[in-house]
T-cell receptor, first 114, second 117 residues
Framework: AQKVTQAQTEISVVEKEDVTLDCVYE???????LFWYKQPPSGELVFLIR??????QNEISGRYSWNFQKSTSSFNFTITASQVVDSAVYFC???????????FGSGTQLTVLP | GAGVSQSPRYKVAKRGQDVALRCDPI?????LFWYQQALGQGPEFLTY????????KSGLPSDRFFAERPEGSVSTLKIQRTQQEDSAVYLC???????????????FGDGTRLSIL
């Protein structure tokens, strides 16, 4: 069975601070894919980033970066120089093995204060 | 269209009524998914289509839930004899070919917020 845990329920930061969102996953499959989605108040889930289990290189894309560590089953997401528009619920999701569907964590509500 | 379109945006029904929720995926996307999202929770998988074939319906909570995609594009999720516990946001997602091992992301619609009175 697959499981995604986002221990942080809510985070508040002041604009321009960096913020890291934690994600821990569980799977028995050796091939899997990890995703981060953003859900603003409008409700639509917006795809942000993805990572394959066989590629542990960490990357930076604009203000977003992620840290994938197989040894600790973690896939953390960092926003640099946060902005008010970053306020949303962020979900970590796992697609594991031959499964087509995503397994989501419970989400982290991020509030960026001006 | 440019994105996944869902209608209606909001639906209020009385307990016991039947409801139908529509999803229009991104043009050309083979795979289509339905998820249910309770308040304050992450989305939970309901069912999956590859073209018109429903390949996985393991997440449907009861036989009152039924989904179809007859021509491999638009999909409808139907809930019969609605109950209060059916109140949730229903999200539709589509993706390009989602083979056994594929990192294609799913693209979501705005969802339908269903309230059962």
């Amino acid at each position: 069975a697959q499981k995604v845990t986002q221990a942080q329920t809510e985070i508040s930061v002041v604009e321009k601070e960096d913020v890291t969102l934690d994600c821990v996953y569980e799977t028995r499959d050796t091939t899997y894919y990890l995703f981060w989605y953003k859900q603003p108040p409008s409700g639509e889930l917006v795809f942000l980033i993805r990572r394959n289990s066989f590629d542990e290189q960490n990357e930076i894309s604009g203000r977003y970066s992620w840290n994938f560590q197989k040894s600790t089953s973690s896939f953390n997401f960092t926003i640099t120089a946060s902005q008010v528009v970053d306020s949303a619920v962020y979900f970590c999701a796992l697609r594991s093995g031959s499964a087509r569907q995503l397994t989501f964590g419970s989400g982290t509500q991020l509030t960026v204060l001006p | 269209g440019a994105g996944v379109s869902q209608s209606p945006r909001y639906k209020v029904a009385k307990r016991g009524q039947d409801v139908a929720l529509r999803c229009d995926p991104i043009s050309g996307h083979v795979s289509l998914f339905w998820y249910q999202q309770a308040l304050g929770q992450g989305p939970e998988f309901l069912t999956y289509f590859q073209n018109e074939a429903q390949l996985d319906k393991s997440g449907l909570p009861s036989d009152r839930f039924f989904a179809e995609r007859p021509e491999g594009s638009v999909s409808t999720l139907k809930i019969q004899r609605t109950q209060q516990e059916d109140s949730a946001v229903y999200l539709c997602a589509s993706s390009q070919w989602t083979g056994t091992y594929s990192n294609q992301p799913q693209h979501f619609g705005d969802g339908t917020r269903l309230s059962i009175l």
